[in-house]
Nanobody, 119 residues
């Protein structure tokens, strides 16, 4: 069983910054990928950014140049630095972790943290 604990959400004005953290604990296998997804009211959940255990990253076009994803592999923790936030970034942000198992793939989600960008 894997637990993902997110922190760092909140209310910020347009142009401001927030840093989200997600710490994974439990039985974690190597070769993991962790990431951040977000879901705004009435919209589908979308990928914001992902990072692999060896450091490869991918960010959604809508956040490139503003958001950065990083990790502390020793602590199984991933960070999302969000700069120049816009009202359209308002959503619940969810941490995700996947890794290969002997039979299948382990997929885990955090409980979500609210990010609100408003003046």
């Amino acid at each position: 069983q894997v637990q993902l604990v997110e922190s760092g959400g909140g209310l910020v004005q347009p142009g401001g910054s927030l840093r989200l953290s997600c710490a994974a604990s439990g039985v974690i296998f190597s070769g993991w990928t962790m990431g951040w997804y977000r879901q705004a009211p009435g919209q589908q959940r979308e990928m914001v950014g992902i990072i692999t255990s060896d450091g490869s990253t991918n960010l959604a076009d809508s956040v490139k140049g503003r958001f950065t994803i990083s990790r502390d592999s020793a602590k199984n923790t991933v960070f999302l630095q969000m700069n120049n936030l816009k009202p359209e970034d308002t959503a619940v942000y969810y941490c995700n972790m996947i890794f290969p198992l002997v039979a299948g793939t382990g997929v885990y989600w955090g409980q979500g943290t609210q990010v609100t960008v408003s003046s």
